[in-house]
């Protein structure tokens, strides 16, 4: 993390200064804004925080409740969210915070005596080597609060309004409006109606407003899709229980009692318990809503027998039925009108896609979403990016909620069912198949790069290139997630991860991969390259807006082969080595070389050697496009597509 750009200063480095725009605040909400976003949960202030780096851009947050929330709901963070979060700064809290699930235990009847529970089988949760970081388990209130805490730290010093409703929203579609949508919005207190009403106009709406959007409403999209006649009972507890993996994440399925997802919890001695209710044995507690946790527990005991568990105090429960449903489009322009109309409201998180909550995939998807929208919104609303950037929110994130949609269907079916050979599927009450549990424990393993959030691929787009010369690094491939490997840095020799170099600032990465040759030889293909990065042909050059810092827009990083000691910065080229801030400060954290103890980068991600090769990764850490060191003129007609000229 670098500091101190524009001058030291003492205290908390990670605070930045507050812009001048905070000064001139009222401090109630404004009439107008560049960006209201509909609700604080995690796609909200995901997104929140991303724009908050950008205090240009004026960015206003509501949501209906009183305040932050305080406790339950979603806990699973995936190593790919975990990724992300680093972007900001936050991962080594969440990380060192978080329960890190490891192992997998899996749980059938015992065939001796199916009235009983047996292990039969603990695996690794995650694939080694699929990400530097872990899968964990934090309180999504504890991911809120750090992303506010991110916020209020920002110069733009972000804070959201609290008690409104979003009531009523209108978009004027003339084009002749700089604010062309208007909401409406109803205060609230203690969730009641206080009769008081407030209006902004924006030039952009996103709805993260949950399963019942306003938003999404209003922009006439409807949740399709299936409902579910399965109920789910959850509850975070601190418990006693001589079942002996209760460390440990335990998918259990009994003979005909039902089925259990436990999660162990952060802190070393809360646990979440997810409890399949039966729609017989349990019907007269679903049908009555006289669920209690001392009634899930029960349940509960019913399932881990011989074992039993006992609660001593409930953080949270809450019980759900929630169907795999889906919204064709995620913002507010028509099929039929794209090639003519931009969107100026968008949705997100369960606003546009729901399902079950067993496979731990919802908050991420959903913070998935405005990681994506993010820095599209910025880069328009700034003037470096082409508006038609705002299509392919959509069009990407449809398409990953559909494939969420079809394996949360099948692996909400594989748990819920009963093991085969164990009972009838009449004995608890549906009409559900059976299972093998070894079939189940291979499709979890099948699936675990998806579960992990980095199995997401996007299609060729304006912003993501064919795959032309994704065999000159097929470690990186095309579209999908930059895959962080360790290096060192040249200037200082201190081991790091790549992809941690990447911060949420809306900017372009080009991390290129040098060839054999020498860096500092006059004659090479990186050599080149660098002349023409620094040359007025360059898509640096020609789409940096004047007076910004000069890898503001796209970001050059440079990995040598050699080692880190064979080499001098001082023989390295000059746009290695920018200018940047007020003082016209040197960046010497732009070169890499191999880490020759945890690995070579080249080796790892199967970079060729004799070539070398130019990796584009967008701002949200995907890759958009693998280029020879010598395509100068096809990187440059790349951004051109996407940029705008500013020469």
Not at 113 to 138: A, K, L, Q, Y
Request: aromatic share 8%; proline share 6%.
């Amino acid at each position: 993390m670098q500091f101190y750009l524009n001058g030291y200063k003492p205290g908390d480095p990670f605070v930045e200064d507050p812009h001048p725009s905070v000064a001139q605040r009222s401090g109630g909400l404004p009439e107008d804004a560049d960006v209201l976003i509909i609700g604080c949960g995690p796609a909200g202030l995901v997104l929140a925080a991303q724009l908050a780096s950008f205090p240009d851009v004026r960015t206003v947050v509501i949501d209906r409740k009183d305040g932050p929330l305080e406790v339950g709901q979603a806990d699973g963070v995936a190593c790919r969210s975990v990724e992300m979060f680093e972007a900001f700064g936050l991962a080594d809290q969440l990380v060192h915070e978080g329960y890190w699930v490891n192992e997998v235990a899996f749980w059938r009847p015992d065939p001796a005596d199916p009235s009983r529970i047996t292990r039969t089988g603990r695996i690794d949760d995650v694939e080694e080597g699929i990400s530097e970081m872990p899968h964990v388990i934090v309180n999504q209130a504890r991911m809120l609060a750090y992303l506010l805490d991110h916020m209020q730290r920002s110069a733009s010093r972000l804070e959201p309004f609290y008690g409104l409703h979003a009531d009523d929203i209108k978009i004027d579609t003339s084009g002749s409006s700089e604010y062309p949508v208007t909401v409406t919005m109803k205060h609230l207190k203690d969730f009641e109606e206080t009769g008081e009403t407030s209006t902004i106009r924006a030039k952009y709406v996103v709805g993260s407003d949950g399963s019942r959007s306003a938003t999404r409403t209003a922009i006439g999209r409807e949740l399709a899709g299936d409902a579910t006649n399965q109920s789910w009972g959850v509850v975070d507890a601190l418990a006693v229980t001589d079942f002996p993996d209760i460390r440990l994440k335990c998918a259990i399925h009994s003979a005909n009692a039902g089925n259990i997802l436990i999660i162990p919890r952060e802190g070393g001695y809360m646990v979440r318990l997810y409890v399949a209710l039966d729609n017989v044995r349990d019907k007269e507690m679903l049908e009555n809503r006289s669920v209690t946790p001392e009634k899930l527990v029960a349940v509960a005991n019913r399932i881990l027998h011989p074992y039993t568990v006992e609660l001593k105090s409930v953080g949270w429960w809450a019980v759900y039925s929630i169907g795999q449903r889906l919204c064709e489009k995620f913002d507010d322009v028509p099929i039929e009108e794209m090639s003519t109309r931009l969107p100026r409201v968008f949705i997100a998180g369960d606003a546009c896609h729901t399902h079950s909550a067993k496979a731990g995939q919802g908050m991420n998807v959903s913070m998935a979403d405005t990681w994506n929208l993010g820095w599209k919104l910025a880069s328009v609303l700034r003037g470096t990016g082409r508006p038609e950037l705002l299509h392919t929110y959509s069009e990407e994130r449809q398409k990953i909620a559909k494939q969420l949609i079809d394996f949360d269907r099948e692996f909400s079916k594989m748990f819920s069912a009963h093991p085969t050979g164990s009972g009838d599927a009449d004995d608890i009450g549906g009409d559900i198949e059976g299972v093998d549990p070894e079939e189940f424990q291979q499709y979890f393993i099948t699936q675990g790069r998806f579960t992990a959030g980095v199995a997401t691929k996007y299609g060729p787009s304006m912003i993501t290139a064919e795959p032309f010369f994704e065999k000159l690094a097929e470690g990186f491939p095309v579209g999908m997630r930059f895959h962080s490997a360790p290096v060192v840095r040249l200037a200082d020799g201190r081991p790091v991860h790549l992809g941690h170099a990447a911060r949420a600032d809306g900017a372009w990465r080009l991390y290129v991969f040098a060839d054999r040759a020498e860096p500092s030889a006059a004659k090479s293909h990186f050599r080149e390259l660098c002349d023409f990065l620094e040359s007025d042909a360059s898509p640096i050059r020609r789409h940096i807006p004047a007076g910004a810092d000069p890898d503001s827009v796209l970001d050059v990083r440079a990995i040598f082969q050699q080692c880190h000691r064979e080499l001098t910065v001082d023989a390295m080229p000059s746009i290695l080595l920018p200018r940047k801030g007020t003082l016209g400060l040197v960046d010497y954290e732009k070169m890499f070389c191999p880490d020759p103890k945890a690995g070579d980068i080249f080796d790892l991600r199967a970079v060729n050697r004799d070539t070398g090769c130019i990796v584009v990764v967008r701002p949200d850490q995907y890759v958009a496009h693998v280029l020879p060191l010598h395509g100068h003129d096809a990187l440059a007609d790349f951004f051109a597509g996407i940029l705008v000229d500013q020469s």
